[in-house]
Structure formats: C-alpha cells, structure tokens
C-alpha cells in the first residue's frame, strides 16, 4: 500500500469560495518591520480615526484589501453589534466577579477586533481552538455566553461541547492547543477535507517550548493549521521584551511558513488576513501565524493590579485606538448607521448582561457524586470502589442521600 | 496456526500490524518509528506496508508527539505513540498529565482519548543515563490515565490491542529486557480482561506480585524456593492503574504473606499502594506485615552497578524468608 505523504499533499480544494479580486498567491512575510525598536508594520485597512486605508497608496495592504471587499455596510453593523455584544458580556462577567458571583474572570477588554475579525473569517467546518479569553470567538461560533461563565465559576471545567461548535474547551496550560490544533489539523489533511483549524494563543504563550513545537509539527507535516497570536503586549506582568527579541511573526519565517503582523484593533483588517491565512491553509499551503497587534485594557484576570506593573500613558495612548469607536467613527462618517441603530444595540446588549446575570446567579452546583464521573470512559475499578464509599459515608449521615 | 511461539517483540509488532489491518483510525507516531522501524524494531515493516500517513515518523519532540496526538484523537483518530525510551517521556509529561489525562472528565464524557502511549522501559540492558527507568508510579497516580505493562509475548499481543481499543488513554509499559523472550500466543483466544491480574504459578505458603520485567525474577524465584519446601503463588499484575485489588486479596487470603516485587524506587511506589490496601483489606488474615522489593531513592544507577540496584532472585528469596519468619 502507498499512501501519499502528508508533506507532498497536493492542493485538496477545488472551487474555493473566494472574494472576487483576491490574489491568486500568497506571498510569505508580507509585514516586514526591521526591528524590535522600529514602529510595528501592520496591516491596516481602517486608521484609529475610522477612515478606510486607500490601498492604492498602501501597497502593503494590497494583498489583503481584497478578502474584505465583498464587505456590505450591513456586515459592518454585524461586526460592530458582534464587538459590543463581546464587550458587554466581557464587562457583565467582570462586574459578576466583583460581586463574587464567578471566582475568576479573564477579560477581552480592547482586544474585541481581534477574536470577531478572526472569528467571523472562519467557516462553520473549520476548528478553533481557544485559550481561556477567546470570548469573542465563542460568540461568533455560537456558544451561548453563558456557557463560557461555568468553569469561572467553579461548576464545571468546560460547560459546552465542543462538537457542536466546532469550538473547543478553553485551555489554561498556556500553548497547550496549539499542538491539539496541529494534530486535529494533520488529522484534517488526512481526511481530505478542505476545512481549517485555528490555534489562538497569546504573547507570554509564544516562550513556551509547546508552541515552538507545533510550528515544527505544522509546517514539516504542512498542516492546515492557523496560529493567531493575540499580541496583548503583556503576559500578566511580563511586557514582550520580556517574551521576545524580534517582533514575534518573524518567527514563523524560521519554521518555514508566513507570518504576518496585522492591526488587531482594526477589525477589518483582522478579518482579511484571516480569511488570507485560512484560504491558504484550504488550497494546501501550510499553516501561517498571524500575530494580531493589540493590548489587553484590563488585567490580565480580575486577580492581577496592572496599575503595578503598567503605566497610566501607555494605556492611555492605546484607547486612542479602541476598536469599537473606531469602527463607529466610521459608520456613522459613511452614514451606515445612525444614533437611532446605536441606541437599539444598546437595548440589546442590556437585555443580553440581564440575561447573564440572572443565569449565572441561578447557576446549580454541580452534584457532589459527579467527581466520579467521567474520570474514565471505560470505567476503573478504583474510581467505583471509592465512589462507592463516598456514597455510604453521606448516607450514613443522619437523613443522608 | 493459531498458536505460535514469539518473541515479546515481533509479539508487539503483530499486534500493532493487526491493529492497523482492521480499524483505519488507527495511526503509529514516533520518532524513527518509520523506515527504522523503531529503535527496537517493534514498528518494523509497518510503514512499508502502512504508509507514511499511517506510520508517521515524527520530529524529536515529545510534547510534540503526545500533544498532536491528543489533537488526531479528537478528530477521531487512534494514535498509539511510541516514546523512545522511559527517561525521555518527561517532556511529554504536561501533555500527558495535564492535557491527555483530564480531556474526557472536563468535558463531561463528550470527548473520548483513545491514545495509546508505549515506552519501553525498567533496566537491565546495560543503557546509559535515562534509558533505563521506570516511572510507572508517576502515571498511576494521574486520574484519567491507565497504566498496564505485559510480562510475557501473549500478554503483549493481546493487552496491546485491547489498549488500543479502549477509549481511555493507556499508557503501556514495555518491559524492553523482555523484548527478545519468547513465549507461545494464540491469536484466537479469548485473552484475559486488560485490567485483572493472572497467576502465574499457584502456591500455598506466600504471594509474590509483580508486573512487567520482574514476574520473569518471581516465577524464578519460586522455582529456588519450592526447591526447599516452600509453595510460592506468583501474580502476574500486568495493570498498574486499575490494579486488581481482588486478584491479590483472593491469593493473600489463601496464602496469608505478601511480597510486591518492582524495579521501580519502593518509596511511594506501587508496591506501597498495594501494601497499604491489601493491610486494610486482609488485616485479619495476614501473618506477615505486606513487603516490598524494589529500586532505592536514588537516580538509576550507572550500567555495571544496575545487577546491585535491580531486585534479582536472592533479594526476592530474603523477603520471602523474612516474611515467613513472622
């Protein structure tokens, strides 16, 4: 029996959908700022002012300008509803922890363009592995917010299955999926199919060695596979200096593959270069790393002051690039909304944080047998017989279960 | 013929080549797994028959491999992992641990981890530093990961691919001092449940169990000391996690002396969990408190001092002699 390799695997797609004008070859690297110290080279398509970037006098953007331009108005007030929903569930979530309500919260705030342009880039069959901030991709996947809450509240360690999204469990060992998202990837391209998968992850994540090792499995194997790094320029305390060298999407030129730095605070931008990344991973073409240039608003989670450990001005210079005034800049410039549409979001994105609120506070332990189950699918004698006298001791207590 | 006489070896190598026959899930992952066909040979001839898609030669990292693994396994693959040698799966040990072990109870039994990892293991081949461990305990104690080692070629051939089939991670010892034994198997039996224990000789007057490398020592053991009178049960463990609790109660209530027999350090070993139990469990039928033989707290020797460091026959026969003088 012969089988082709994986790393000879000719193109599987035919009849991509593709934006009309997209180019028909990806070149490698298409961001490339000479150092650490030089202002970052993005790709961007929409200034901080909420002006579209004029490709003709961008060339730089030029590959990706066309990925976005079957972009109606109507899909950027989705974008925009999409942004504040995530922002105001994330600002719920973190009001709940402060009332004890969860007992630990890790906030997207600032990084929403990031995860719904990424987000909204990928197909219904594509495969996304999250962190634990992915917030913004779980809501364009279609999980219920609520779902996200059970693990910060101590219920549950997942709370939805990850089968029906095509969304995976969040994952606290940081870099961790992104070897998972390699090897469903390799497992993709086995199958034939012409699906993707999306690894995220962030800056602190990029030191770990697993990381390192999924770009080597992805790229000699050549997997369908999308690493998009969240730069949040901050690993809880840890700036990126104390990550990184040369500008992190550098790094995937060493593995062999492209790698692209993008505004992640423009969610246009974040979606055209997705939707470039993912088309390459669908014709064949290998993994890219995308590394979305953004910054975490808040802590890292509700534990950490980052009053310690950041200064006031940085923080300040980066809500000057805040991704949903930005975005509404330029509605409301172009005329593609209105005060009236805005106010009506409002109304929605309250009834949404009532929603949560009330959900989570009704929120049921979980019962006290269910630390026996599911530890195996086989079943282990060890569990049964400990289970076993678990039982008998509650039930020995008087009115015991 | 269903019955043929194999080395532990070519045992394995037949069980994996039957696993990849008949279920096309089924992947083999590891470095030089491929053309070499394993540093041991197990995987040998398997890619040339296989292909590259289905025996993957994988780069030289561990993490690497356990972590796509787990990637392959939810998209509905069965990867069975080989690690190169014992002391080399450390890297792999936060996958393992953190990742492999805990998949299916955090996601409340959806997602299903049949992932099979093999690492030959224990001493006695004159290796050098890290080639020669055996870190089985360090597994057992993980919620969510089974451990099981063969001592013999049709436990080999068989508890392989009843690992493979189970839909739990299994990580799956090979004792690689064994590898070249030979013993009979019958590819058409009914081979014993993956987790029960199996006597390996009937006695009257002790138990000795073991697993893995050191069930060859017992049963040699028993042999000297039924020389001089005395009746010694061997039970063959053969799973460290489940380990069947039953198996040995039933023998240590009819011979009343337990000895546990591994290579590995006997501080907080498996031997102590079985000690400890087997106390709570038999504590009026015991005449003896439950001994055990095993490696000392310290690292794995250097070659020419490992016949000192492994439990060999006369240590086994001194506890023997040192639990029937209670």
């Not at chain 2, 739990?168 to 224990?197: Q, T």
Request: hydrophobic share 40%; proline share 5%; with cysteine.
């Amino acid at each position: 029996m012969t089988v082709e390799s994986t790393a000879a695997r000719k193109p599987r797609r035919s009849g991509t959908k593709r934006p009309a004008g997209a180019a028909s070859a990806a070149k490698p690297a298409a961001a490339t700022a000479k150092t650490h110290d030089a202002e970052p080279q993005l790709v961007q398509l929409l200034t901080p002012e909420g002006v579209r970037v004029d490709v003709a006098e961008n060339p730089d953007v030029a590959e990706f300008a066309p990925f976005v331009a079957d972009i109606t108005t109507d899909d950027l007030r989705g974008l925009y509803r999409d942004m504040v929903m995530t922002r105001r569930f994330d600002g719920e979530a973190t009001a709940l922890q402060r009332q004890g309500e969860l007992g630990l919260w890790a906030s997207l705030l600032g990084q929403e363009a990031a995860q719904i342009g990424s987000g909204r880039a990928l197909r219904d069959d594509d495969y996304v592995f999250p962190t634990y901030r992915e917030h913004g991709v779980a809501w364009c996947r279609g999980v219920d917010p609520t779902n996200l809450l059970g693990m910060f509240r101590g219920v549950n360690h997942g709370g939805w299955d990850p089968t029906t999204n095509n969304f995976h469990l969040y994952t606290i060992v940081i870099g961790s999926q992104t070897l998972h998202a390699t090897g469903y990837a390799m497992g993709v391209a086995k199958d034939g199919a012409d699906s993707a998968v999306i690894a995220y992850f962030g800056d602190g994540a990029s030191s770990q060695g697993d990381v390192a090792e999924a770009f080597t499995f992805s790229a000699v194997y050549n997997s369908p596979v999308v690493f998009f790094c969240q730069n949040n320029q901050w690993a809880i305390s840890e700036p990126t200096e104390r990550q990184m060298r040369v500008p992190l999407y550098q790094r995937a030129q060493g593995f062999g593959f492209p790698g692209v730095r993008v505004d992640g605070n423009d969610v246009l931008a974040c979606l055209a270069v997705t939707r470039w990344a993912l088309e390459r991973a669908r014709r064949g073409e290998g993994p890219t790393l995308v590394e979305a240039f953004t910054y975490r608003m808040g802590a890292h989670t509700t534990s950490d002051d980052p009053t310690k450990y950041r200064r006031d001005e940085e923080t300040a210079a980066w809500e000057a690039k805040d991704p949903i005034l930005r975005l509404k800049a330029h509605l409301l410039a172009t005329g593609a909304a209105d005060e009236a549409y805005f106010a009506e979001l409002e109304v929605e994105s309250e009834a949404m944080g009532k929603r949560v609120r009330e959900v989570v506070r009704s929120m049921p332990d979980p019962d006290t047998m269910a630390i026996f189950e599911n530890v195996y699918a086989d079943g282990h004698a060890l569990v049964d017989e400990e289970r076993a006298q678990f039982a008998a001791y509650l039930a020995s207590f008087e009115g015991g279960e | 013929m269903a019955v043929q006489k194999l080395t532990i070896a070519k045992a394995l190598n037949d069980s994996l080549r039957k696993a990849l026959e008949q279920d096309p899930k089924v992947l083999i992952m590891g470095e030089d797994v491929g053309k070499l066909g394993g540093v041991f040979r197990i995987t040998d001839g398997l890619q040339k028959d296989f292909g590259e898609e289905r025996v993957i030669d994988t780069p030289l990292a561990e993490s690497g491999i356990v972590g796509t693994a787990i990637g392959l396994a939810l998209r509905g693959y069965r990867p069975v992992v080989e690690i190169q040698f014992d002391g080399f799966v450390f890297p792999a040990y936060d996958q393992i641990v953190t990742q492999l072990a805990k998949m299916h109870a955090r996601s409340l039994g959806t997602i299903k981890m049949p992932v099979v990892i093999r690492i030959p293991y224990a001493g006695g081949i004159g290796a050098v530093e890290h080639h020669s461990e055996s870190p089985e305990t360090l597994f057992a104690h993980v919620p969510g990961l089974k451990v099981v080692s063969p001592s013999n070629a049709s436990d080999a051939y068989w508890m392989l691919q009843q690992a493979i089939l189970s839909d739990d991670p299994v990580i799956f010892f090979e004792p690689k001092r064994r590898y070249w034994d030979k013993g009979e198997v019958d590819v058409e039996a009914i081979p014993d449940a993956l987790h029960a224990s199996r006597v390996a000789r009937t006695g009257t007057d002790i138990t000795l169990a073991a697993y893995g490398p050191m069930v060859k020592v017992c049963l040699e053991a028993a042999a000297a000391a039924a020389e001089e009178g005395k009746s010694v049960e061997v039970l063959d463990l053969r799973s460290m996690s489940p380990v069947d609790f039953d198996g040995i109660q039933a023998s240590v209530e009819k011979t009343r002396r337990l000895v546990v027999v591994h290579e590995a350090p006997v501080f907080l070993g498996v031997g102590s969990e079985i000690a400890a139990r087997i106390t709570e469990r038999c504590f009026y039928h015991l005449e003896a408190p439950v001994l055990r033989v095993g490696g000392y707290h310290a690292p794995y020797p250097p070659a020419r001092l490992e016949d000192e460091y492994l439990p060999g026959l006369d240590r086994v026969l001194d506890a023997v002699d040192r639990s029937l003088a209670y």
